[in-house]
């Protein structure tokens, strides 16, 4: 799965039967090529079981976390959640199930046997990827954009810019997935999507972090020290949730722009990227929850000695960061 690929690319399913020099023998220079294909996407479905495992470790965490402790809007969190755990699955499910057909593939390549079929299921595959990958990030954005409406009191009008990069990255993202996957064409470099990505991810994050920030300077002269400390420290969470999902998809776009035949330790690179993105894009809100919760435990071992206010303790107000 890589909407940021050319058409000629994504339909190296669909490539004519490869010359052969006898039975159970192919050109050298051919074999080299399908080997590539397919070790790419053995990287991708590899390094996406493993960032599959953390966010099953840390889905599970934040759901024992919303489930025992009783905040607001807790239910429509455990919702949330388990679609994302759903998306979650369901691509690490493809990528493994477009394994076993790429090395398919490369069987009847070998053999010269006729591969349209095949080939024809293994292109489905990928963009069914694209797809969910695509709904997956919506699914997100739109988490961090209701998290931006509380920190903001529920201004309408701060989501109207956000709301509206979402929905031109969303609509641009599933006609580069049909254009390429089912036409093999490209009207505008795919590019675009994950750069609209990258920049409402950091407004998004931005609005967020700054609000915070903000009320903590309004507060800081009537609260102790260690409550502006709270506040400061609510505003980097949510920076560093944003850094992780920004760099990432950077460093992904950046491995794109190199040609295979100039690095192929880069490609390598941008094959492990792109299979962990799915995944990527799912561990940063969860993370959040988790550290909430983790927090909000740490605070309630620690109350019996000290009895800080609790609408403005560290948990409360990361709680009311994320709008949960």
């Given at each position: 799965?890589?909407?940021?690929?050319?058409?000629?690319?994504?339909?190296?399913?669909?490539?004519?039967?490869?010359?052969?020099?006898?039975?159970?023998?192919?050109?050298?220079?051919?074999?080299?090529?399908?080997?590539?294909?397919?070790?790419?996407?053995?990287?991708?479905?590899?390094?996406?079981?493993?960032?599959?495992?953390?966010?099953?470790?840390?889905?599970?965490?934040?759901?024992r976390?919303?489930?025992?402790?009783?905040?607001?809007?807790?239910?429509?969190?455990?919702?949330?959640?388990?679609?994302?755990?759903?998306?979650?699955?369901?691509?690490?499910?493809?990528?493994?199930?477009?394994?076993?057909?790429?090395?398919?593939?490369?069987?009847?390549?070998?053999?010269?046997?006729?591969?349209?079929?095949?080939?024809?299921?293994?292109?489905?595959?990928?963009?069914?990827?694209?797809?969910?990958?695509?709904?997956?990030?919506?699914?997100?954005?739109?988490?961090?954009?209701?998290r931006?409406?509380?920190?903001?009191?529920?201004?309408?009008?701060?989501?109207?810019?956000?709301?509206?990069?979402?929905?031109?990255?969303?609509?641009?993202?599933?006609?580069?997935?049909?254009?390429?996957?089912?036409?093999?064409?490209?009207?505008?470099?795919?590019?675009?999507?994950?750069?609209?990505?990258?920049?409402?991810n950091?407004?998004l994050?931005?609005?967020?972090?700054?609000?915070?920030?903000?009320?903590?300077?309004?507060?800081?002269?009537?609260?102790?020290?260690?409550?502006?400390?709270?506040?400061?420290?609510?505003?980097?969470?949510?920076l560093?949730?944003?850094?992780?999902?920004?760099?990432?998809?950077?460093?992904?776009?950046?491995?794109?722009?190199?040609?295979?035949?100039?690095?192929?330790?880069?490609?390598?690179?941008?094959?492990?990227?792109?299979?962990?993105?799915?995944?990527?894009?799912?561990?940063?809100?969860?993370?959040?929850?988790?550290?909430?919760?983790?927090?909000?435990?740490?605070?309630?071992?620690?109350?019996?000695?000290?009895t800080?206010?609790?609408?403005?303790?560290?948990?409360?107000?990361?709680?009311?960061?994320?709008?949960?």
């Amino acid at each position: 799965m890589n909407l940021y690929s050319n058409p000629q690319s994504s339909a190296i399913f669909l490539d004519l039967p490869i010359r052969m020099e006898s039975q159970f023998c192919m050109d050298a220079v051919d074999f080299t090529r399908r080997w590539q294909q397919a070790t790419e996407v053995l990287y991708q479905t590899a390094f996406g079981l493993v960032f599959y495992v953390a966010f099953l470790a840390l889905f599970i965490l934040a759901i024992r976390h919303l489930c025992l402790n009783k905040v607001s809007g807790g239910r429509s969190m455990i919702i949330l959640m388990s679609a994302l755990f759903v998306l979650s699955t369901t691509q690490v499910v493809l990528y493994l199930v477009q394994s076993v057909y790429v090395l398919q593939l490369l069987r009847l390549d070998v053999e010269g046997n006729f591969r349209l079929r095949t080939a024809l299921v293994a292109n489905r595959i990928s963009f069914a990827q694209d797809m969910f990958l695509i709904t997956n990030n919506a699914l997100t954005d739109s988490l961090l954009i209701r998290r931006c409406y509380v920190i903001w009191g529920k201004r309408k009008f701060v989501t109207i810019l956000p709301v509206i990069m979402l929905a031109a990255t969303t609509i641009l993202g599933y006609i580069s997935a049909v254009q390429i996957n089912l036409f093999y064409t490209v009207a505008f470099n795919p590019a675009i999507v994950y750069i609209l990505s990258v920049a409402t991810n950091t407004m998004l994050t931005t609005l967020a972090a700054g609000r915070i920030w903000w009320s903590g300077r309004d507060v800081r002269r009537n609260l102790r020290q260690s409550s502006d400390k709270a506040y400061n420290a609510a505003a980097a969470m949510i920076l560093e949730s944003g850094a992780i999902y920004s760099i990432f998809v950077i460093a992904f776009l950046i491995t794109g722009l190199v040609p295979t035949r100039h690095s192929s330790g880069t490609s390598a690179i941008h094959s492990l990227l792109s299979g962990a993105l799915p995944q990527i894009v799912n561990i940063v809100p969860t993370v959040i929850i988790v550290r909430v919760g983790l927090s909000r435990g740490v605070e309630t071992a620690s109350s019996e000695t000290d009895t800080p206010n609790p609408n403005l303790s560290f948990a409360s107000i990361r709680l009311g960061s994320f709008g949960i």
